[in-house]
């Protein structure tokens, strides 16, 4: 579906503190965000900016102090966390700078992680995940350890485990942040042809090269929108 057609995620007045002892943090201040359909959407602002933290909120990671976070037009705000939890696991998908994969299994037993969950067979579960590995490139690593990859092939496998669950979102937070220029290059790549495909895409990242790949550019300063 192209970007332009209807709202995904809509956070309306959202703001998140943090109590250190005597202090308020204010990490995001009366945001409001709307990211459509088939959008690219980068993130960016300097450290401590809130990135990260409005990563959590459109992610469901976490839950706004004030305000409505509004999903396929339904305000899941105040949902329970079990109920947050099913939404994440069948329309989020989500990777980080840290690869977080299992060093001494496969790929393919990886990517195929988050299937354990759920009640797809095993022929199935194989299936789906040398499909995700496919989509990345990697469908000739399937049976090697996480352990004997690259970084930047490890990246991919987090994208492939991502991707397993056909999400509505893939949401990035620093992917390249670990990895040597080529690799970051290749990781940009996938992103972009992904979102051709009609995935809707979510990047932090504090590299500016990398923010001007997306065809939208947020930039945060002091928990606010600037841009």
Do not use: C, W
């Amino acid at each position: 579906m192209r970007a332009g057609s209807k709202a995904l995620i809509e956070l309306v007045n959202v703001s998140k503190r943090y109590k250190v002892g005597e202090h308020t943090i204010n990490a995001l201040d009366n945001v409001s965000l709307t990211v459509k359909e088939g959008e690219f959407v980068s993130i960016t602002g300097p450290s401590g900016s809130g990135k990260s933290t409005l990563m959590h909120i459109i992610g469901l990671l976490d839950t706004p102090t004030v305000g409505s976070v509004i999903f396929e037009g339904e305000d899941i705000s105040q949902l329970t966390e079990s109920k947050l939890a099913q939404i994440r696991n069948k329309k989020l998908g989500f990777v980080f700078q840290q690869f977080n994969l299992l060093e001494r299994t496969t790929a393919l037993e990886n990517v195929a992680l988050p299937l354990l969950y759920s009640e797809t067979p095993e022929r199935e579960m194989n299936e789906q995940a040398l499909k995700a590995l496919q989509s990345v490139g990697l469908l000739e690593h399937a049976q090697h350890f996480a352990n004997q990859l690259s970084g930047g092939q490890q990246q991919r496998v987090a994208i492939a485990r991502a991707l397993v669950n056909n999400p509505k979102v893939l949401l990035a937070d620093e992917p390249t942040g670990n990895l040597d220029s080529q690799s970051t290059r290749e990781i940009v790549e996938i992103l972009k042809n992904l979102n051709k495909q009609g995935r809707t895409i979510i990047i932090v990242t504090h590299e500016s090269d990398i923010a001007r790949k997306a065809k939208r550019a947020i930039r945060l300063k002091d928990g606010k929108i600037i841009r």
